[in-house]
């Protein structure tokens, strides 16, 4: 059975021999959302043209971390030359409709193209933020995928590069020790967990964070594509237009020349 996704905009490029193949994989950061013609201007076409290669931009507009994981998994046997992987907020979440394998995105605002006004839509979606979105854990379980993702990688023996889109809390979540607990106070439920209880959270994302590759992640830390809109023109909905997507791709650019001197 056909399984369909929800808002996917995906593009492919006529294959050419001899040029290399990139498959991206992103939200609307890197779909090129508010752009006039993302099949031209989005940064992974761009990039692809600075590498001479062809691109399938696989990234859709409210596209999940899950969503990412498991498409970019299903196109690692189509042997492209080089991943690029844009991660997104961990606050969203992707199910399949069990009557037609459509892959549904649920994020916190409830927004989504075809089912919004749908009474199912909005019933699960409310009770799945109310009653199950965790934010601890819905940080620890992205780590997990990109820890999970690299491995494989490795596995199949994958050039790849990954950079986040979100920002996601990275500056409280990655503090030292001492300062954890006031860094995450806002983040966690305090009350059902003693100070030991918080400090081993850190101790486990420490090492998470000890695990992740971060020569292959673009600036880990340091950037997502978001802070773009404080230098370069965005659209009314945030997402940065043509400037900024001629300024991620080079410098995707400079940072695969670096990886791959």
Excluded at 18 to 34: H, L
Excluded at 84 to 105: C, G
Excluded at 226 to 235: D, I
Excluded at 244 to 259: K, V
Aim: charged share 20%; proline share 3%; with cysteine.
């Amino acid at each position: 059975m056909m399984s369909w996704s929800d808002d996917k905009k995906c593009m492919k490029n006529i294959q050419i021999p001899n040029r290399q193949k990139i498959y991206a994989n992103g939200c609307s950061y890197t779909y090129g959302e508010e752009l006039s013609n993302p099949a031209k201007s989005a940064w992974p076409v761009l990039l692809s043209d600075r590498l001479n290669a062809t691109v399938v931009n696989d990234a859709s507009s409210g596209g999940t971390n899950y969503s990412i994981m498991y498409n970019t998994i299903k196109n690692l046997q189509d042997n492209f030359d080089l991943y690029v992987i844009a991660w997104t907020t961990y606050t969203r979440f992707t199910f399949y409709k069990s009557d037609n394998n459509f892959e549904v995105n649920f994020n916190p605002r409830l927004q989504h193209g075809l089912f919004q006004n749908e009474s199912f839509y909005k019933k699960w979606g409310t009770d799945l933020y109310r009653y199950w979105y965790n934010r601890l854990f819905a940080f620890k379980l992205w780590l997990q995928q990109i820890i999970q993702l690299q491995a494989l990688f490795r596995q199949q023996n994958k050039n790849y590069i990954m950079l986040n889109a979100w920002q996601n809390n990275l500056q409280n979540w990655l503090v030292p020790k001492d300062r954890f607990n006031d860094s995450v106070r806002d983040l966690i439920n305090f009350d059902i967990m003693n100070d030991e209880q918080i400090l081993e959270q850190h101790r486990e994302i420490q090492y998470y964070i000890s695990v992740l590759d971060k020569s292959k992640f673009y600036k880990w830390e340091d950037f997502y594509l978001q802070q773009l809109c404080s230098q370069f023109p965005c659209g009314p909905g945030g997402h940065i237009l043509e400037e900024g997507h001629i300024e991620m791709a080079n410098q995707l650019y400079n940072f695969y020349l670096s990886t791959n001197a």
